[in-house]
């Protein structure tokens, strides 16, 4: 997957986590929690999400680099990039 | 449906959930959405644990429903359903009556800045800090500090604001003034921001939906299927027996009391025994009495407020709450909007209640002592509902043995475990392979929320180790 794709994954996911809210106008630069009603429940469908649909696992201890857009393709980029 | 028994059940699951309260009943369908086969046991014929009903003549009692906080609308739209979700509405009618004030509020943020500013005649500034203070409070920078110490730094000796933020959390589940402080802060932010919801159908819809929700996910649901011990080979959880029956899985997530599920169910051997005497120095929190009163087809209860937290102790005091003396009484008046299209009322007369104050009576003073409490509570509901003795045509009573009797929790316990037990529940998997808990633990993990939620990051982790 190249980057563009794993940011339109995740964006996928949080969109399915939070039906209401509008994905549009993401600031890629800026925390998620900053943007988005998003609190501690939601980031572990995140994680769980990112398991069943791509076998990726996040251990807690890198929890916060789902912070930013940015920092969550970043971060996923190494796991994902051969899928 | 749930079928009874474990006839017919699959020799291998991916997860066996034991016990089917809030906390396994949600973990059981995040794990069955995220793919995993799930085998959920229930010991009793009905599912919901605490959050239960029953049906006596025409009426039906809802015994855990008296309100949860705004938070339950998108735990349950998340992980239940929208159309389950949907049903949750507001209570507004939350009223107080004790030596001290009497006041209505509909216990929202907005409305109790109000009520301190004006009615209790604190500065803005002391009231903006406190919900500051309490909204910030999380575990990372924990000063150790207990519930009456807050308040006294906020509100220095004004023992009825204490009784006002207090008092209802203190029903909600258990906890008194020695408690941590950030264990209150955490449920009366969650509490506070919104007001007090309920569930329109009552409990006996809500729990029917989430049924119907599980079996469309795949869970295989039992009832009636006692666990009576959880397997372990010397390395990590295999399964459990069952009535009787051995049945493998790859992981065990047990809804039951923690310390049932650590101390009985489980194999010797499993734990260390560090971790062994530190789960039975897990102190248990209180239980409940409840008096259910049924109205008579055809009569009616004018709007006297959905919440009443009544007392007749001139202070709060959580002893005096705790006692079998009962000072203090929340009743429940559910009217016929709650179950629509049934022109119904019951009230529901719920105290804190110790285990050991009901343990040993004889069957004769038992029977004697539920008389009285029946009697006393139909007393002081006549302060609110003046005919209330000739309306009504169904009085019973619960005790701390009935809930031990449905639920098997330790001495009743209607909220779980104190603060210790939230270590031990969360760091059980590492101790012992394959082994989750999941429900009600310190405080911050119970209700009908907590619960739930909990069921969640318990089922996060359950998916974490059964691997990808
Ligand atoms: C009187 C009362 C009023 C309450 N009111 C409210 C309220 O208004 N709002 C709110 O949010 N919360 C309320 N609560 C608290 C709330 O109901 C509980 O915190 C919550 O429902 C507990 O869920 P749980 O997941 O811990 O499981 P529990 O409800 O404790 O369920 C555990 C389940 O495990 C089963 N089980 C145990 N052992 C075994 C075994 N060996 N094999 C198979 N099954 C087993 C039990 O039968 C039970 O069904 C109230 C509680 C009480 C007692």
């Given amino acids: 997957m190249t980057k563009e794709d794993i940011s339109q994954a995740v964006i996928d996911i949080i969109q399915e986590i939070l039906p209401d809210e509008d994905m549009g106008g993401l600031d890629q630069e800026k925390p998620l929690r900053d943007q988005l009603e998003l609190d501690s429940m939601d980031f572990l469908d995140i994680v769980m999400e990112l398991r069943k649909r791509y076998s990726v696992e996040v251990p807690e201890k890198d929890y916060m680099e789902l912070n930013t857009l940015q920092s969550t393709v970043q971060y996923l980029q190494p796991k994902m990039e051969s899928l | 449906m749930a079928v009874r028994g474990v006839k017919g059940v699959k020799d291998k699951y991916d997860c066996i959930v034991i016990g089917a309260g809030l906390g396994g009943l949600t973990c059981a369908n995040r794990l069955a959405r995220a793919g995993r086969s799930v085998l959920l046991l229930e010991q009793h014929s009905q599912l919901g644990g605490l959050a239960t009903w029953f049906r006596r003549k025409n009426h039906i009692f809802d015994v855990a429903l008296h309100g949860f906080p ?8 998340k992980y239940w359903s929208k159309d389950i979700s949907g049903r949750i509405v507001q209570l507004k009618g939350i009223r107080f009556d004790n030596p001290q004030f009497q006041l209505q509020t509909t216990y929202d943020k907005v409305d109790f800045i109000k009520l301190l500013t004006g009615r209790f005649k604190v500065d803005q500034q002391t009231v903006d800090n406190f919900f500051a203070h309490v909204r910030a409070m999380n575990f990372y920078d924990d000063d150790g500090r207990t519930v009456g110490e807050l308040f006294e730094e906020f509100f220095p000796g004004r023992d009825d604001i204490v009784r006002l ?23 009366f932010s969650n509490f506070m921001s919104k007001g007090v919801f309920t569930f329109i159908g009552g409990t006996d819809l809500f729990i029917n939906m989430l049924e119907e929700e599980l079996v469309k996910n795949g869970v295989d649901v039992r009832t009636k299927a006692l666990v009576e011990r959880i397997i372990y080979d010397g390395d990590k959880i295999t399964g459990v027996v069952v009535n009787g029956e051995t049945i493998r899985a790859g992981s065990v997530v047990s809804n039951a009391n923690l310390k049932t599920t650590l101390l009985d169910l489980l194999d010797d051997g499993a734990l260390s025994g560090k971790f062994r005497s530190e789960t039975e120095a897990v102190r248990i929190n209180n239980s409940s009495s409840q008096v259910y009163i049924g109205i008579k087809e055809g009569e009616k209860i004018e709007p006297i407020g959905d919440l009443l937290f009544t007392s007749v102790a001139e202070k709060f005091d ?31 007369s719920s105290s804190n209640s110790r285990y050991e104050d009901w343990a040993d009576l004889s069957e004769e003073q038992y ?38 009797r449905y ?16 270590p031990i529940s969360q760091d059980l998997h590492k101790e012992v392979a394959g082994l989750f808990h999941t429900g009600s633990v ?5 209700g009908w929320l907590g619960a739930a939620n909990y069921g969640v990051i318990v089922a996060n982790e359950v998916d974490r180790y059964l691997g990808v």
Avoid: C, W
């Fill in chain 2, 70 to 77: 705004v938070g339950m609308i998108k735990t349950v739209r």
């Fill in chain 2, 165 to 187: 933020l207090m008092e209802p959390i203190t029903y909600a589940n258990g906890s008194t003034l020695n408690d941590p402080a950030i264990s209150y802060g955490i449920v």
């Fill in chain 2, 318 to 348: 959580t002893a005096k709450m705790l006692s079998k003396d009962v000072t203090s009484r929340t009743f429940s008046v559910y009217y016929p909007e709650l179950r629509p299209g049934q022109d119904k009322y019951t009230i529901v």
């Fill in chain 2, 367 to 404: 029977q004697a002592d539920k008389k009285a409490l029946a009697e006393d509570t139909l007393d002081r509901l006549e302060k609110y509902v003046p005919n209330i003795r000739s309306i009504h045509d169904h009085l019973e009573v619960a005790t701390p043995r009935t809930f031990k």
């Fill in chain 2, 407 to 422: 639920t098997l929790h330790v001495d009743g316990s209607s909220f779980g475990t104190k603060f210790e037990g939230l």
């Fill in chain 2, 442 to 446: 310190a405080i911050i993990m119970s």
